[in-house]
């Protein structure tokens, strides 16, 4: 049952209550609770484009997103809900249903840290009608934002290189409590750690941080600050000193002063930062200081609103860094701080029969349009192993597209309302999704990851989703529905 | 004693520990601890400019900020921070010391709802090394995106005029769990209402929507559709219908049958939502068919990617609106998805004798330097009551700029560690600063209001802050320290 605790979930989801939700989803569902109003309905969750101007999407959230169907409603809130003006019938129905209030869902996700393609379903629910609905906008918030940062992050680390160490210091600019999923889905994306202590703990990681630039002005001489820095340091091979608090080439020859004292006592200076100024010729300049003074193996942390592109221009003038701390740009998303992620209505059941029927929705911008049916996305590759591209298909239709060597993208982790995830611990899925975005990148063609300019990567319909579609969008071509929309052009597999 | 339990200030802060930081705020102050570094010290929060090309900030964020005062560490945590490289004596301190962390921590905070302008401090801090620099993260992360979107919500405002109904709609493209403050904030920068539930219940306020899309596709037929919303609805004088399903000219005519059907049962058609294509001529067009049935006063609901300036030009084009559903442009503060308030040291104690002396960081972009001192704002009104300028003084040393008229925009509300802000339901707090913004909305000329081109609101040095801004920086000037830095230019009041 869905009711069973699962701490493993929860652990990074603070609010646990069904009216984290908008409001409609709830004051729709009383009508269609009290009309009686009730169909088996699949809705798909996909976006219709890829963020940054890039060609794909780091899947993350479609985890999170189930937590919905763990949550549920105090009798103080259900109280609420009569007064705001939901009936009593239905609030009491919320109340006494508890996990049984999913049954008869099942969703299919797609697994966090895959990369993915516009149109794509990353998440698809199949269940009664008021259970699917309600789930909507928590649904879309855990995936739209989850996702997001996740891809930024791919770019970022694409930009950086593989062998840069990239560091998540974004806390004190993130969306409020956002900060806690921005250091998870950052580190999905290919960053190393984070500097948000909440978030290292609930993720198994090791927090890291350097040193702020108050520290340095503590003392009326950036020696003695620096000096200071090491003396105390409970782990003397780990120090990290600021070279920039009044000038950085300074900076650098005072932090070789104590590299010189700390070699004495046995002990190596581990990191110099950068966090302004010209940074590429900055930490040219500073490395050679170390290196001439005999200390080349110091890392230089560079930081200081880094994007990809300027990560990119750093790279591209030779900027000589270990370690990036990245904030800002990273956690809000800046560039497009919104994924446009949407949650629609695919296929119903006919009444009479049950059967499953199409459903599609024309628009006068063909690009809004909806692919009708239950789709499963099929992943092909070349003999290199490389994606060679996806085929959207029907579910279950489609299934001899797995035979012919198609991997099946969605897979499903919700049947009968009940969570088949087996337990483990954040750290553990944190540490898997990861490990999924550094293996699906891999095998991405290189002219897919570029930042800018990417070929759109070959997602095409199945002959069977072709099919269904075309005929569904003639149907509603020539009904009294239809003012002149069309369908989007698609290629077919 | 801080440690008193103040539910009215978490109730929506669901996250409360310690660890809700960056790791170095904890590992530098672990080094200050066992090093015995201990003076006290001034912070100041402010940002250098104001978002999204306006002149004005609305201040919100800052009683959140001072919730870190209220958190704890659990032995868990405690330690695990001793696994990840913190001392044991720091912990144990941390752990042993409670709410005496804060002891000594003043902190003086612009109310929320405020208008404020660039380099004016929203939060001074004044306390122990430790604890004031422990807080920086925190704060930072609650004032930034605070002020962030209550100032959007405040552009948004005034480019719709204040006779429309504006709801906040976009938790499902907010990030994360930032949908719960990004509501809040949105209705002290002037909206009315959220579709956000959770949100809702926690700020008491009455939560808004209106239908979707797949409720309609639910129906072969539009018409049925809109019938059976009224027919099921509980209250049957607030029913609102979906007009763009399909065609959105049509959809108005299937309205007009049903506002009919619903007149000759006693009942009035509320609202019919609008959600895309050219919203100020379908908007038009459809006013029009419903005042020609006889339905003048049906309220139209336009939403879909609005931000002040789609706003604006929807005024300009003359779209016939009383509501706007407003969500992703609001939520995600697309166009500038950060504010960038800093958290700066200002002034220490001289060691010897305790006195406050005035810190500065010189900068090589004379715009990152700071102002020496621990300050107060003085606001000043023209006799029609309008805001004239404001003074930035050193506090306490100009107190007879309130003499002589200068509203002190800062004020105490943390003593010796302790809260001293009244006890305030969320929802009352949040009503609080809605008239506050309101009010110095009113009382901001009209040229600071403007969305693009506003000019600078005079915000200028009192005497005492110039001449320890100079000396300090004419002494800076001539240490090592200084690599040719400049300081800003100033307005002396």
């Known amino acids: ?27 729709i569902s009383d009508r269609n609770y009290r009309c009686g109003f009730n169909q088996r309905e699949t809705f798909e969750l996909f976006s219709r484009s890829a963020p940054f101007g890039g060609a794909y999407m780091i899947c993350a959230g479609t985890v999170r997103a189930l937590t919905y169907l763990l949550f549920t409603l105090t009798e103080e809130e259900a109280e609420w809900l009569v007064q705001c003006g939901l009936s009593e019938e239905f609030v009491g129905y919320l109340l006494s249903a508890g996990s049984d209030l999913f049954k008869g869902v099942d969703i299919w996700i797609v697994d966090e840290g895959r990369v993915v393609f516009p149109y794509e379903p990353l998440m698809r629910v199949q ?6 609905q309600m789930l909507e906008t928590y649904a879309l918030n855990a995936v739209n934002f989850s996702t997001l940062v996740a891809t930024k992050a791919a770019r970022m680390r694409y930009a950086a290189g593989e062998r840069a160490v990239l560091l998540e210091f974004g806390m004190r600019r993130a969306h409020d409590l956002s900060h ?21 703990r609930i993720y198994g990681t090791q927090p890291r941080g350097s040193v702020m630039h108050s520290q340095i002005q503590r003392y009326d001489d950036e020696l003695e600050a ?53 940074l590429a010729s900055l930490s040219r300049r500073v490395r050679s200081i170390l290196t001439e003074a005999g200390f080349p193996n110091v890392k230089i942390i560079l930081s200081g609103d880094l994007n990809e592109e300027r990560i990119e221009q750093l790279v591209q003038a030779g900027a000589d860094f270990d370690i990036l701390g990245l904030g800002t740009e990273l956690v809000t998303c800046a560039g497009q701080p919104a994924l446009p992620g949407v949650y ?4 119903t059941s006919d009444p009479n029969t049950g059967q499953a029927v199409g459903r599609i929705k ?15 996305v099929y992943r092909f590759y070349s003999s290199d192993g490389m994606m060679q591209r996806d085929v959207i298909g029907l579910d279950p239709d489609d299934a001899d597209l797995a035979e012919s060597g198609g991997e099946p993208l969605l897979r499903q982790v919700v049947k009968d309302g009940e969570i088949l995830l087996p337990p483990l611990s954040p750290s553990e899925r944190l540490m898997e999704a990861k490990k999924r975005a550094a293996e699906d990148l891999r095998r991405l063609p ?10 759109k990567f070959p997602v095409v319909l199945s002959k069977r989703t072709m099919e269904l579609r075309e005929s569904l969008a003639r149907e509603l071509e020539a009904s009294p529905h239809c003012a002149g929309q069309q369908i989007p052009d698609w290629d077919e597999s």
Chains 1, 2 share one sequence.
């Not at 269940?127 to 699917?132: A, L, R, W």
């Not at 900076?251 to 302004?276: F, I, P, Q, T, W």
Request: one cysteine or more; a negative charge.
């Open 362 to 376: 024309l628009s006068n911008d063909p690009a809004k349009s909806t692919l009708p049916g239950a789709h499963q």
């Open 344 to 347: 629609k209505m695919t296929a």
């Open 180 to 200: 806690l999923v921005a250091a998870r889905c950052a580190m999905i994306g290919g960053l190393d750690a984070s500097s948000n202590t909440y978030a290292s």
């Open 226 to 278: 620096f000096r200071t820095l090491y003396q105390c340091a409970l782990d003397k091979d780990r120090v990290t000193l600021l070279l920039d608090t009044y000038d950085a080439i300074q900076g650098a020859y005072n932090a070789v002063k104590v590299a010189e004292e700390m070699r004495r006592d046995g002990h190596e200076l581990y990191a110099v930062r950068l966090d302004s100024g010209d």
């Open 1 to 27: 049952m869905a009711s069973v605790n699962r701490p493993d979930l929860l652990a990074d989801v603070p609010i646990r209550s069904l009216l984290a939700t908008d409001w409609y989803e709830l004051d």
């Open 446 to 455: 290189k002219q897919y990851l570029a930042l800018k300019g990417a070929p």
């Open 127 to 132: 269940g009664p009608t008021i259970p699917v």
